[in-house]
Structure formats: C-alpha cells, structure tokens
C-alpha cells in the first residue's frame, strides 16, 4: 500500500469517527446552509448511535443473504441440485428487481412496523450479487482441477470444502461486499418505516427543509461506504495472494 | 496386475467402449492409442472408476474394483491428466502431500514423502516446495503432476496424455525421465496418447483403438511386422516401419566380431542410434563397448541393414 493511499485512509477514517462522535466541530461548515437560524448539526439524537444500529441492520441483513446465497449457489452447483438452477436464478433476480421501498409497504402490514421490514428489504436486496458472485467463483474452476481431485479420490464434499470454496472465495467475497454497499445506502429508507438508522437525519432534514441535516446523513453513508468498500477490497486481495493467485483489481 | 474383462462402455444408444479385454503385467507399461474419439479416455477412466463401464469388469491383483469403495480405490490408483489439474490455490508441497494427507499419513511421514518426490523428480525442494503452480514452467507442473500421483506409492499409475501440453524437446525427456522413475519403482503404468513415436518410446505393450474397439493388443515389434489390420499398419506407419524396428532392437542383435576404429557405440544403445551415428561420421563399422568400457567387437552397417531386413 503507497503512503498516500494509507494517508488517505486514515484521514477518511478520522473524519468518520470525528464528526459521529463530535459533531458540533463541524458547525461552522454547515452553518452557511441552514437559514432563519435553523440548527446546523443534527440535533435530534446521537449521530453515533444511529450510525451504529444503521451499521447494525446492514451487517445483520448481509449475514443472512450471505448464508443463504451462499448455501443456494452450492445447491445448485451440485448434481443434485443442478435442476434448480434456472428457477433459483429468476427467484433471486425478482428479489432485486422488486424496489426496496415496495418491499417496506408490503412488509409492514404483516411484521408491523421497525428494523424487521427494514432487514427483509435488506436481506432481498443483497441476494442476488452474493449468488451470483458464488455461482461464478465455483462454476470458474477449471474443469481439470475438479477431474484431478476427483481421480485423486476426494470426495464430492471434500472437493467442495478443499478445492472449490478456497478457489471461489475471492469472487464470493467481491459479491458480499458489492451487497454491503448497496445495502449501506438502502437502509436509509428503513427509517421511512421507523427502523434507527442514518436515514433519520436525511428524513429530518427534508420535513425541516434543512439541507446541512440532508448532507450530514449523506456524508456518514458515503463515508461508511468508502471505507467499507476499501477495506473489504483489501480483505479479498490478501485471500486471493494467499491463495496464490496475484488477482488483479476485482470488479 | 490388471486385468480388463470385457469392458464395455455405453452413452444412450452409442457405444464409445466396445467389449475390451486386456492383460497388463506387474510393472510393465501399457500405451493405449488412437484417434481422438476412439475411447482411450473412456477405457482409462473405467480402470478408476471416474466412469461406470455398462459390462464387463476390471481386476487389480485379482480384485474386482466394483468390491472397492470408490474413493478408496482412487487412492491406490495414481492419475495423471492432460494439463495436470494441480490445485492453483495450493503449492508444490502442498499438492503432493494430496493423497497422504486424506489417507490420514502423519506430518512427518508426508514431509519425507514430499522431498523424497522432489528429489526423484529433480525438483529441489528448498526451492519448489513452497512455490505455487502458476509459479512453474510447463515441464515443473508435469512433474509435479506425477509426483503427486505417485505420493501415496500406489502399484498402478494411469496417465491420460500426460505429455500433451509440452513441447518436443521437454517431452522426450519427460519420457525418458518416466521411463526411469517407472523402472526404479516397478509401478505398471496405463498411458493413454494418440503420439504413435510416444507409444513405441514408452510402451511394454500398445494397445491400439478405433472408434470403440481394440484392435491389437501387442508389444512394439509384433505391431511393426504383424499388423492384425490395416488401420493398424497405416498408425505404426509402413514408411516408418523400419527404422521403428532398429529403434526397438539393441546393438547387442547386431554385434560382430572383429575391431573397428573411432568413437565405440554402447551395446545398450539401439541399433537405431547405432546407424544414425555411422552415417553421420561416414565409417562402415564402429567399435562397441559395454557399460564398463570393455570391448566386444563392433557394428556395421551392412551388419545393422541385414538384422533390419531379417527381422521385419
Ligand atoms: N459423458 C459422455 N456422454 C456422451 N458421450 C461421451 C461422454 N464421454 C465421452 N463421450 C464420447 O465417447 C467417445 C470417446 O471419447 P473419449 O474421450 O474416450 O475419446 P478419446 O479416445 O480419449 O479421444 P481424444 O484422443 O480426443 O481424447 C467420443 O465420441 C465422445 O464424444
Ligand atoms: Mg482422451
């Protein structure tokens, strides 16, 4: 890593945790936007503590859509499984067509209002690029690597646990946290149906027309973004160097 | 030993195995040949059971394979395919420790088992154990291929085109190489190829295939002067045929009393060789020698061209 992408790490980190911890330092920057002397900084609860359940509902949905999208990819990777595959695609594909926010509506009748609409619309939304990132990593391993094991003698379970997860894991990794960062922006509307989260300061700038409130709620997302984004990028690499493949940049 | 019992292999109504039966001695290598589609693979593949065959069975030392567990039997069983198939995300080391490590070997075991391969295939281990296969030249991940395959000391080693991927020059003396490793460790060996001078280079016996059926079943020199058909004639080659023979047949057939002057041949060599030498230097007769120098007379090519014509 060059000393100036560390550099700017570091620096992206420190404005995170700065400005969600002590806000207040950065009212001189958003005063200029706020008019008839409205509030500069969000007042109307602790930025940390929305950021932290925002994260909260994100890493939980993640989990979720992981183990299944993860569980179905092998499914349907197998013999077994094989015949499942086109209608396990369009299943997931809906799941992430069908807009977030038409999710919400659909799911607060029945499970009330909160974090578990939310968590659902997360869970559906984040499906589809871990499955098809899993689908890829293990239908990518080469045919010949997969006559070898089994000439060897490993078993179908063994040749899934030694030789086909290790070599898919960079890709599903990619897909996990293509999902993360969508994820990360969709939980805004989960305070729409009063889930906590970063999406309240965005929504109580709109009602209140305070667009600094607006920018404040943006800024912990995109930042959280960015970092998680990096360094999750640099996770997928440090598995791919050891698994001796040098990958370059994953998309 | 093996033994193929009448093996056939069926895919819906095509028949890509047709009612095989063959011998392979203890220790001996077995080349089967052919076009591409003749269903050498299939054949191969039925030995370890990577294919089903639709009748007929296969002994090893006298035991069904169907009796065998099927993993358990890959185990005994070393593979090698066209291109390898070692595992990127692992290195050398790693690699070849496959099979002893699912058989449960200790650590210690493995790791001695592990540099003694390398050495036996000219791999140092200081250097290669911990590199990766994209870290190899084609020649390095053969041999590691190999090695791999003889990690856990089975007594039957198939080989599916394991030279197809390397140029001309490695490829004869990964052959060669082969050719020795195999003699030292007495494993019998299946080779499938579709390379007729790889056949007749490695082959105890060859068996030749076309489209599902096994034609001839022979050593070297009976498929050179009795072709049992003439698809087999036209594979080994009528124009070939001759000089196939002299490669076959050692100085030894051909000695002569008498001395002759410059370079002395070996009496190992082929008369092959033999001949290509004293065309090149020009001379009608050269000395021959054994292993420890001594002289036993010589070799001519009036010599050399009477034993071709009397043996073909
Ligand atoms: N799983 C399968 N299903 C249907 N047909 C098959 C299958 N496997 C092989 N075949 C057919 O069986 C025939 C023999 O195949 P095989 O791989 O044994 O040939 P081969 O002699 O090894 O050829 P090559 O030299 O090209 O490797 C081919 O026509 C092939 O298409
Ligand atoms: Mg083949």
Same mark, same amino acid.
């Given at each position: 890593m060059s000393a100036r992408a560390f550099a700017l790490?570091? +620096?992206?980190?420190?404005?995170?945790?700065?400005?969600?911890?002590?806000?207040?330092?950065? +009212?001189?920057?958003f005063r200029p936007l706020t008019v008839n002397g409205a509030p500069a900084i969000y007042n109307q609860g602790s930025l940390l503590a929305l950021t932290l359940s925002h994260l909260r509902i994100v890493v939980l949905a993640t989990l979720a859509s992981t183990i299944l999208a993860v569980g179905l990819g092998i499914f349907v990777t197998r013999p077994s499984g094989a015949e499942f595959l086109p209608l396990s695609r369009s299943l997931v594909n809906i799941g992430q067509t069908f807009p977030p926010i038409a999710v919400l509506a659909i799911a607060v009748p029945l499970v009330g209002f909160g974090e578990k609409p939310t968590f659902i619309a997360l869970f559906l939304y984040g499906l589809l690029p871990i499955f098809e990132n899993t689908l890829t990593g293990l239908m990518d391993v080469?045919? /010949?690597?997969?006559?070898?094991?089994?000439?060897?003698?490993?078993?179908?379970? /063994?040749?899934?646990? /030694?030789v086909e997860l290790p070599l898919a894991l960079p890709v599903i990794l990619a897909g996990i946290r293509l999902s993360v960062i969508i994820s990360l922006g969709t939980a805004t509307i989960g305070s729409t149906v009063a889930a906590k989260g970063l999406g309240e300061v965005i929504i109580a700038g709109l009602q209140s027309n305070n667009v600094a409130f607006v920018l404040q709620g943006g800024l912990v997302v995109a930042l959280l973004a960015v970092l998680i984004h990096d360094g999750m990028g640099l996770a997928e690499r440090a598995v791919a160097r050891r698994l001796g493949r040098p990958v370059d940049e994953v998309a | 030993m093996i033994e193929i019992e009448h093996l056939t292999k069926r895919y819906g109504a095509t028949i890509v195995v047709e009612d095989v039966s063959l011998r392979?001695? %203890? =220790? *001996?290598i077995a080349v089967i040949v052919g076009t591409s589609g003749a269903g050498k693979s299939t054949l191969l593949r039925m030995i370890n059971r990577l294919v089903e065959p639709s009748a007929g069975r296969v002994?090893?030392?006298?035991?069904? *394979?169907?009796?065998? &567990?099927?993993?358990?039997?890959?185990?005994?069983? =070393?593979?090698?395919?066209?291109?390898? =198939?070692?595992? &990127?995300?692992? *290195?050398?080391? %790693?690699?070849?420790? *496959?099979? &002893?490590?699912?058989? =449960?070997?200790?650590?210690?075991?493995i790791a001695a088992r592990i540099e003694e391969l390398l050495d036996l295939f000219q791999l140092e281990p200081g250097e290669f154990a911990k590199k990766f296969p994209h870290e190899l030249s084609g020649g390095q991940q053969q041999r590691v291929g190999v090695a791999r395959a003889l990690a856990a000391k089975p007594g039957l080693l198939l080989m599916d085109e394991p030279f197809g991927a390397l140029d001309p020059v490695i490829r004869s003396k990964a052959q060669d190489d082969l050719v020795a490793i195999q003699r030292r460790l007495g494993t019998t060996i299946v080779l499938v190829t579709h390379d007729m001078n790889e056949a007749f280079q490695l082959g105890d016996r060859i068996a030749v295939m076309d489209q599902a059926r096994l034609l001839q079943y022979d050593t070297p020199a009976q498929l050179l002067t009795h072709p049992a058909e003439a698809f087999v004639e036209q594979l080994v080659g009528t124009a070939e045929r001759p000089f196939r023979l002299l490669s076959l047949t050692r100085v030894q057939a051909a000695l002569e009393p008498g001395a002759a002057d410059g370079d002395p041949i070996l009496v190992s060599e082929s008369l092959?060789?033999?001949?290509?030498?004293l065309i090149w230097v020009g001379r009608d007769a050269l000395p021959v020698v054994d292993a420890t120098g001594a002289a036993l007379g010589r070799v001519s090519v009036r010599g050399i061209l009477a034993h071709g014509r009397s043996i073909a």
């Open positions: 790490r570091a +620096a992206a980190l420190l404005l995170l945790v700065l400005f969600v911890t002590a806000p207040g330092l950065f +009212a001189f920057a080469s045919p /010949q690597t997969l006559e070898a094991a089994k000439g060897m003698g490993l078993n179908p379970r /063994q040749r899934l646990m /030694q | 392979v001695d %203890e =220790g *001996t002994l090893i030392d006298g035991q069904d *394979t169907m009796a065998i &567990p099927e993993d358990e039997l890959r185990h005994r069983i =070393g593979y090698v395919i066209q291109g390898y =198939g070692l595992f &990127p995300h692992r *290195t050398v080391a %790693e690699n070849i420790a *496959t099979v &002893p490590r699912l058989l =449960g070997w200790d650590k210690r075991r092959r060789d033999a001949l290509s030498r």
